[in-house]
């Protein structure tokens, strides 16, 4: 090769990346075979935690605090759920196993936690699904041959409520000063309650409306207002609060007593029990208190139940229109007649009731009623018969000629049929409340989530209904006056309470349903 051929070979530079690439190869392959197999790596630990979030909500719907829950729960995640493992090829199958389940009656991080074997305690549940390999294809290149993965996965039951809860209410028993949102919720069944909607700062007592699935007023309204059972369901341990004019919402509880029959949202039976302290004329769905005179208490029949004292009408004063009544010392008027303020003692004019609506009648002696028979209980067993015990289609003539009282719904004047209160289906006058602890929430206002510390079940004694007194001369001393201060609001919502809902307390069935719902905590 001649001198310039030499000089020109030793400045060609053609292929001068070849030695690069050659280099570069070995690094380029270990690249690769490290991307196809942790892509191979990441589908197995999906498959192997899709396996295990299976299995602890199926173990987690077994946890309900009966006997043998943990055994069934083990079951359930082993034998009730079928992963596939397909990215595993350690040869044992494409079946998942399980490898461990762990029970805990408390759980709050995988650290600080209660073991249990107590059936009655478990309450959630840890599932460890065995270990899985996948063998490299190309990573050997690089110096690894194989991954194991587990996949774990804890789950417990949280709780559902499915139907209307149109309200809560602050928890009667929570002391002042509380901080515990979770306050026992500890009310007597046959407590009167004089349900008041508060300011921002609510006390035991105050009420306010909830959302129902967020849609307003006229939402709410139309859930309460119908037959229909609405079996939409919403997290059992927060409501939320519904805001602006919810006066609409009255009308609809007032539906249930066979009043505001306006109803365009669907059928609105009464309860087939709607007594209740008001009358109206033939023909008119227009209830009014009684329109006659009011007497004094001092005469043998006072039109209208006014209590003067925090004791029953001695036996010779008998109202003559008379619905289930509150407690006696709401009956008076102000709060301020109750030790409690908007909490009654479960006294009630069992004797002047029982006298207007069932005159003769042994009520003390008589199955079914007794002489500590809550409201709830009576108007039970007045609709077990409502020709005899509710006055049928004649109802209970006023001495204002043309007015009449009603006990059971007048089909084809006012209302649809009623509804039968009984054990298997809807009770138009038995609603549930949640039961908020105000004190320890603090200020309520807007729409904001509130927890519940419980739920209970109420029964809707009166229409909410402004009422007033007249020409009562023993009220502090003075002489008859017209017709002055009003001893209830429209606003009002007069309960007595039945017992803790879903439980069947009281002899019927509520307009909700409480249920325990899987959910994954990690």
Not at 467 to 491: F, K, L, M, S
Request: aromatic share 8%; charged share 15%.
């Amino acid at each position: 090769m001649s001198l310039s051929g030499i000089r020109r070979f030793s400045q060609d530079q053609g292929a001068a990346v070849a030695p690069t690439v050659a280099l570069a190869l070995f690094a380029l392959i270990g690249m690769g075979g490290i991307a196809f197999d942790y892509a191979r790596l990441a589908s197995l630990d999906t498959e192997l935690q899709n396996a295990a979030d299976q299995a602890a909500l199926a173990a987690a719907t077994q946890l309900d605090g009966s006997s043998g829950s943990i055994t069934r729960a083990t079951q359930a995640a082993n034998d009730l759920i079928s992963n596939q493992t397909r990215f595993a090829n350690d040869g044992s199958g494409p079946d998942t196993a399980i490898g461990s389940l762990t029970f805990y009656s408390a759980y709050t991080n995988p650290t600080t936690n209660t073991v249990t074997t107590v059936d009655t305690a478990a309450t959630v549940v840890r599932v460890d699904v065995a270990t899985r390999r996948a063998n490299y294809a190309l990573t050997p290149v690089v110096g690894a041959f194989f991954g194991d993965v587990q996949g774990r996965a804890v789950a417990g039951i949280g709780g559902a409520v499915c139907g209307v809860v149109p309200f809560f209410i602050c928890n009667p028993a929570e002391p002042v000063g509380n901080s515990d949102l979770n306050y026992t919720v500890t009310i007597a069944p046959g407590t009167g309650i004089k349900m008041l909607e508060g300011g921002d700062q609510k006390g035991p007592g105050n009420f306010g409306f909830l959302a129902y699935l967020g849609r307003g007023a006229s939402r709410l309204e139309q859930a309460i207002s119908t037959d229909v059972i609405y079996d939409e369901c919403v997290a059992s341990d927060l409501v939320t609060t519904e805001t602006g004019q919810m006066t609409s919402v009255f009308d609809g509880l007032n539906r249930r007593f066979d009043m505001n029959t306006s109803c365009s949202l669907g059928p609105c039976s009464p309860s087939t029990n709607e007594r209740k302290d008001l009358v109206r004329q033939a023909n008119s769905c227009n209830w009014v208190e009684n329109p006659a005179t009011e007497a004094s208490l001092s005469t043998n029949a006072p039109q209208r139940y006014r209590p003067t004292s925090n004791a029953e009408l001695f036996s010779t004063v008998t109202p003559e229109i008379m619905g289930h009544p509150r407690d006696i010392c709401h009956a008076r008027g102000t709060t301020s007649y109750c030790s409690g303020g908007l909490i009654g003692d479960g006294l009630w004019d069992r004797g002047a009731y029982f006298r207007s609506n069932h005159p003769g009648l042994n009520w003390v002696d008589e199955p079914g009623l007794g002489p500590t028979v809550t409201r709830y209980q009576t108007y039970l067993w007045e609709a077990e018969n409502t020709t005899t015990r509710l006055g049928g289609t004649t109802g209970k003539a006023s001495n204002k000629s043309g007015w009449r009282a009603y006990g059971t719904p007048q089909t084809g004047v006012c209302n649809p049929p009623g509804i039968v209160p009984n054990t298997n289906g809807i009770d138009r006058r038995r609603m549930t409340a949640a039961v908020v602890n105000c004190r320890a929430y603090g200020r309520i206002n807007g729409r904001r989530n509130l927890p519940v510390a419980g739920y209970i079940d109420v029964f809707l004694v009166e229409p909410s209904l402004n009422r007033t007194r007249c020409g009562d001369p023993t009220v502090n001393g003075q002489p008859p006056q017209p017709c002055r201060t009003a001893i209830t609001e429209r606003t009002d919502i007069y309960v007595e309470v039945i017992g803790a809902a879903g439980t069947g307390q009281g002899g019927a069935a509520a307009q909700i349903t409480q249920r325990n719902v899987p959910r994954l905590i990690e």
